[in-house]
């Protein structure tokens, strides 16, 4: 059985982007919805867990949403852009409306002793796209990246493998994504990384 990252789409733009890159890491991964219920995607065994991008804010009336069990599952996960949002909400943090949406390609710091930035520079150009930004750390968390206006570019809780990051790594205008991808698939989640696209071609035909 492969080893298997799960992407969870709440209406973003890029899901099918997020899920190609990491089968470019050889890892199998396969996309769900939301509304998916949890049992049946942690029924998966899955290794790690991604949360999507998404058109709305977190805080609106029935915006697409999860349950804290999802981050109580000692599965590593990673929230990009209103995922990051979504996991800081739901865990007790605050998200709040900017007076300006950021947006375009935007000079980002990292924290390099993060896991998740390990091995790329300390400051490099990201893709950002968001009108709301985590105002407030959910407990446990610190941030590990910001930009001129966004104290909170990227956050984690190291010790239960929780990483939030507000921009959008599977995209090329993001210098590093690929390496940010890479070291949150193989090194956070542990995938061995010993799945081939071909193998899935193979089983699609089939």
């Known amino acids: 059985m492969n080893e298997l990252v799960v992407v969870i789409d709440f209406g973003g733009q890029y899901n099918q982007l997020v899920a190609r890159r990491v089968r470019e890491n050889n890892v199998y991964c396969e996309i769900y919805s939301y509304r998916t219920p949890l049992h049946e995607i942690l029924a998966r065994h899955p290794m790690g867990i991604i949360l999507t991008g ?46 300006d949406r950021e947006y375009g390609k935007t000079e980002t710091i990292f924290d390099t002793t993060s896991p998740l930035f390990e091995g790329i520079p300390d400051k490099s150009i990201v893709w950002m796209s968001h009108f709301d930004y985590i105002s407030k750390l959910a407990p446990g968390f610190e941030s590990i990246a910001h930009t001129a206006s966004t104290p909170v570019a990227a956050a984690q809780n190291r010790e239960r493998k929780l990483y939030a990051i507000q921009f959008h790594p599977e995209v090329l205008h993001t210098e590093y994504g690929k390496e940010i991808l890479f070291n949150f698939v193989r090194n956070i989640c542990g995938c061995r990384g010993d799945w081939k696209m071909d193998s899935f071609v193979e089983s699609q035909i089939r």
């Open 54 to 99: 998404g058109p709305s804010s977190v805080y609106e009336e029935n915006a697409a949403t999860c349950t804290a069990e999802l981050f109580e599952a000692g599965i590593p996960v990673l929230g990009l852009c209103y995922g990051a949002q979504l996991m800081s909400y739901v865990l007790g943090g605050e998200v709040r409306r900017a007076a």
